[in-house]
């Protein structure tokens, strides 16, 4: 019987809980009843705990005050959309309840948790039950009454996990929506995983094996292929310091698009990371150094890899390449040299440039099924040169990972509640770059964001029943303000229909974002859908770039 939890069990404690959750991640995903590719909750809370995992490695707490306020912070700046943030907060409040304790009892830990929910629910504007608030306050509720009965911390946590099942058992009845689909809550049995993770560890139980799950569904078939039809053999990463921070790097872009294809680069003041796919990487590679000095590179050849796989082998492969932060673990905050400073979260280069355009200072790449943490968004803020920085998420469940950066950062951070692509645009289009103070610029950009009317076409990613529409995986999704417009096997049909429907609306203004998997004269066929049902609208049809969305459409 365990009576104290320490700094090194806790430590232990948290490892244990990432490796349950991260080995059931899958397993939560699959609980997403809305059929829409996204940011799943399993990956999103499994990615944030992980940031805790990379934190505790690094230190040997000797005390658990300290083992906790590791965790909190790692979770505050990792988080990864809202079931990511909320999991954060509920750490938060823990690593408050054991402010100053060397190790802690089963009443001093259980008093803790109840501090964890009570942050949780504090920081969200609208908390809504039957969900992972639910799920804590109930658990967190009886493990007090259960410390009370024994000081026993195996105990407590046990009687705690066995309330949260059953509060998450009555999720189903508790939301309308997860009640028709027949699923309990996500978040909810993301945090109990993690519970489970913890007291397994109290009982000196083996951490799960995780390994990666691929859905049969959705393995290629490579047999169809052949190594001919891969056009560039090397798929090519590599990072640059820059030789100056002006230093432009449109020839170099250039000289990339004319020896390969599938090129990204991406970059900040001091360094550019490049991939792209060529039959001479080391062209590429001496090329880029007349713009800086060469720090990582990889290279992998797909046609090797393409055997392998196609053999029934593991393709050979190095690990993915991360730009380095530095030494210290921190990152450089810019002094502000103007009043205003603009952030916003897209995916996607056409999309950045046309925020770029409009005044945005910086641009994080994100966006659905690819959630920045809180603290990407936050580097994105401190680089910025500006008192004030205003951050435009562009994605509901991007929203609250960037709220929480207002208490990470020595600038002015105002967050605009921008939920779609076309409501950040429609923000930046409204503001005044001379206005007197920073709420009277937020006020004007929150106020503009009614005007406008987002649809976005996109595939369905399960079979689904929602809303009256029989959805099978694969067919094409047309959603509007966040809801279920329409679907059909057919991408023309569904055009058709929002075309309409702008009719309808009386729309004046309509912007049609092609994605990265459309085609230019697919894009302009679709424009010219709108101007024939729209005949008084001005239609605008551009390359936004992105992923998992065929089509983002914006009308006012």
């Known amino acids: 019987m365990n009576e104290q ?66 965790t909190a912070s790692a979770l505050l700046r990792g988080a990864r959309g809202n079931s990511g943030v909320i999991l954060s907060l509920l750490f938060r409040g823990l690593s408050k309840g054991l402010k100053g304790c060397e190790a802690a009892g089963a009443a001093a830990f ?29 658990a ?13 911390v195996e105990a407590m946590l046990e009687a705690a996990i066995q309330e949260g099942q059953e509060a998450l058992a009555a999720t189903i009845d ?13 978040g909810g049995k993301g945090y109990l995983l993690i519970l489970q993770g913890m007291l397994a560890e109290l009982r000196g139980e083996p951490m799960p094996e995780i390994r990666e799950e691929e859905p049969q569904k959705a393995k290629a078939d490579f047999d169809v292929f052949s190594t001919e039809e891969i056009t560039f053999a090397f798929d090519t990463v590599f990072i640059v310091r820059k030789s100056s921070p002006d230093v432009s790097l449109e020839p170099f872009r250039t000289y990339l698009n004319s020896i390969g294809d599938s090129l990204v680069i991406g ?10 796919h060529t039959n001479i990487p080391g062209s590429a590679l001496n090329e880029a150094q007349k713009y800086g000095t060469l720090e990582l590179a990889k290279i992998e050849n797909m046609r090797t890899q393409y055997e392998d796989v196609a053999a029934g082998k593991k393709a050979q492969s190095v690990d993915d390449l991360e730009m380095e932060a530095p030494e210290n673990g921190g990152h450089v905050v810019a002094p502000a040299e ?21 005044g945005v200072d910086s641009v994080v790449s994100g966006g659905q099924t690819m959630n920045p943490s809180t603290e990407s968004i936050l580097e994105g803020v401190d680089q910025i040169p500006a008192e004030t920085v205003f951050v435009l998420p ?22 605009i509640p921008t939920k779609t692509v076309p409501q950040g645009i429609t923000a930046m289009m409204n503001v005044d770059f001379e206005a007197p103070d920073a709420e009277t610029l937020a006020g ?64 004046s203004f309509i912007s049609l974002y092609a994605g990265e998997d459309v085609k230019e004269e697919d894009a302009q066929a679709a424009g010219k859908l709108f101007e024939s049902a729209c005949p008084g609208a001005e239609v605008m049809v551009l390359s936004g770039g992105q992923p998992v969305y065929y089509y983002i459409i914006s009308m006012e």
């Open 140 to 152: 967190a509720k009886r493990a007090v009454d259960a410390a009370a009965e024994a000081e026993d």
């Open 394 to 415: 562009n994605n509901g469940n991007i929203i609250m990972a960037a709220q929480q950066c207002a208490a990470l950062t020595e600038k002015n951070v105002v967050v």
């Open 110 to 138: 259980a008093a803790a948790m109840q501090e964890g929910v009570s942050s949780a629910y504090k920081a969200v504007m609208k908390p809504a039950e039957g969900t992972v608030l639910t799920v804590s306050r109930l």
């Open 338 to 358: 103007k009043k205003y400073g603009f952030l916003s979260v897209c995916a996607g280069d056409g999309l950045a440039a046309v925020f770029q355009d409009l």
């Open 444 to 507: 004007a950009m929150t106020e503009s964001l009614s005007g406008v009317t987002t649809a976005q076409i996109t595939y369905a990613a399960r079979d689904s029943d929602f809303d009256g529409f029989d959805i099978k995986e694969g067919d094409y999704l047309a959603l509007e303000e966040g809801k279920l417009f329409g679907t059909d096997g057919s991408l023309h049909n569904l055009l058709e229909k929002l075309a309409a429907n702008a009719a309808d609306r009386g729309a």
């Open 5 to 70: 939890i320490t700094g090194a069990l806790f430590k232990r404690m948290i490892l244990h809980g990432a490796a349950a959750i991260t080995a059931q991640k899958q397993a939560i995903n699959d609980l997403n009843v809305f059929p829409v590719p996204d940011g799943d909750t399993g990956t999103n809370m499994s990615m944030t705990i992980a940031a805790a995992v990379t934190e505790l490695r690094k230190t040997e707490p000797a005390t658990l005050d300290q083992a906790a306020s590791v």
């Open 174 to 186: 508790m939301n309308p929506v997860l009640k028709k689909a027949g699923v309990v809550d996500a």
């Open 267 to 276: 970059e900040d003041d001091e360094a550019f990371k490049v991939h792209v």
